[in-house]
C-alpha cells in the first residue's frame, strides 16, 4: 500500500521549500523502495528551487543520500529489504549506444522509477535527479541503488552519491590525474575539495588550491592540498606557474564554472596539459578564447559528467577509502539539520559558511 512521508517540496520557482506530506507508491517492476538515512544539501537542489534546471514543479528535492532497502519489486534480484546503499543519480540502462560501446559512465538512458511519487491531491512530483531524497521514504530504479558496507555513517557515505563522487572523479576518472602529476583546482568547495583529495590519493606530487576566500584554503589542506593560492589580490595563473617552475600543471580542474575560472584553468596548463571543467555554469554564459591558443597549446579540454563515474564500480571504492581512512568524508560534513531547516541551509550555502549541510532522517 503506498506510504504517507514528510518531505521537501519546492512548490514554486524561488519559493521558500515547504515540509510536506508525499504519497510513496510500493515498488514496482524494477523498483526499490528506499527508507532515507541522511542526505546531502546540495548547489543543484538549490538550482531546482531556482528554476534554473527546468519548471517542472512542484519538484522533490534531495538527492545526495544513503539509506536501507525497505521493499524491493517484481525482477529485483540483487538487493533485498535491510540492504545498506547508496543513491546514484546515474543508473546505466546497459543497452544505449554508449553501454554497448563499453562506455556505460555516458549512459544516455539512465534509469529512473517508472512510478510517480505525489502530493496528497494527486500532483505529481518531480524529483530532484530521479531521485527525491529529501523524505523519509523514496523510490528510485533498482540500479540507482548501489550497495555499499554498512559501517559507513550515512551522513557522510550520502556524499558520494553526488558532490563528492563528482569532484573525486573529476580528478581521478576524467582528468587521469596519476603519479607524480601536478594539479590545480579552481574553488575549495565540496566539489573542489573532493577533488583535490582525488588527487591527492591518486599520487599529484603537487596539489595547489586556488579560492578567494582564505578559510577555505586552510579547509583544502586538510584534504590534500600541498599549497594554497589566494587568487583575491595574487593573478592565480602566474602564482601556479611559479610553484610549477614556471611550466604550469599537468591537469588544471575548474571547480567553479565560471568563463573566468575557466580561462584560468585553460591558461594555468602545462603544454598538452589537461583541463577539466566539473563546476556548472549558468546556461547565459559563454566563453572566448584565442583559437590559436587553443591550437598551439594542445592537450585535452573535457567536461566531467558526475565524475565520469560508474555507480556499482566507483562507490564501494571511496567507501573503502572513507573506512580506511584514506578518505575523509566525515570532513565534508559541516552541520546536521532536520528536515524543516533545509530552506535555512540554503542560505549558509549560498554565503559559503559550510561544505555541506546534511539532514539526518
Known sequence: MPHEVRAVVAVKKGAPVEVQTIVVPDPGKGEVLVSVQ????????????????????PFLLGHEAAGTIEAVGDDVTDLRPGDYVVIAWRAPCGACRSC????????FDSRNAAQPMTLLDGTPLSPALGIGAFAEKTLVAAGQAVKVDPAARPEAAGLIGCGVMAGYGAAVNTGRVGRGDTVAVIGCGGVGNAAIAGASLAGARRVIAVDIDEGKLDG??????????????????????????GFGVDVAIDAVGRPET???????RDHAGVLVQVGVPDPEMTIDLPLIDLFSRGGALK???????????????LIDQYLSRRLDLGGFVSETIALDQVEEAFGRMRRGEVLRSVVVL
Open 38 to 57: 541522511a542526505c546531502g544539501v546540495c548547489h543543484t537542489d538549490l538550482h531546482y528551487r531556482e528554476g534554473a534546471i527546468n519548471d517542472d514543479f
Open 100 to 107: 554497448l560501446r563499453g562506455r556505460p559512465w555516458y549512459c
Open 220 to 245: 583544502a589542506t586538510r584534504f590534500g592540498a600541498t599549497h594554497t593560492v589566494n587568487s583575491r589580490g595574487t593573478d592565480p595563473v602566474d602564482a601556479v606557474r611559479e610553484l610549477t617552475g
Open 262 to 268: 575557466y580561462k584560468q584553468a585553460f591558461y594555468m
Open 303 to 317: 567536461s566531467s559528467w558526475y565524475g565520469d563515474c560508474l555507480p556499482s564500480r566507483d562507490f564501494p571504492i
